[in-house]
Nanobody, 114 residues
């Protein structure tokens, strides 16, 4: 499995960004995918997880109501729509695929600054 993340950039506080992760290889719809982030000097943390078509997604408390995760099972993409961005959301965002082992994408930088 390989993951390619895109969509990061610089945005002002209150702005929006959409991240996309494209997966290739042996992808199973039953396997979970998620977005994590890592800010400078901080550990990597879970942002949102998309389980499968039957279960709702999981969101960390600090993004509830602002971020929305979605998965396209035909195109094998995982998206993260981020709104009402805050400077505290500045981080490198990583997508992850939970198969027999965890596969990480290369990360995409999101900077929220005025």
């Amino acid at each position: 499995v390989q993951l390619q993340a895109s969509g990061g950039g610089t945005v002002q506080p209150g702005g929006s960004l959409r991240l996309t992760c494209t997966a290739s290889g042996m992808i199973l719809n039953s396997d979970h995918m998620a977005w994590y982030r890592q800010a400078p000097g901080r550990p990597r943390e879970l942002v949102a997880r998309c389980t499968n078509t039957r279960e709702p997604g999981y969101y960390a408390d600090f993004v509830k109501g602002r971020f929305a995760i979605s998965r396209n099972y035909v195109e094998n993409t995982l998206s993260l729509q981020m709104t009402s961005l805050e400077p505290e959301d500045t981080a490198v965002y990583y997508c992850a695929y939970f198969g027999s082992s965890i596969t990480w994408g290369q990360g995409t930088l999101v900077t929220v600054s005025s």
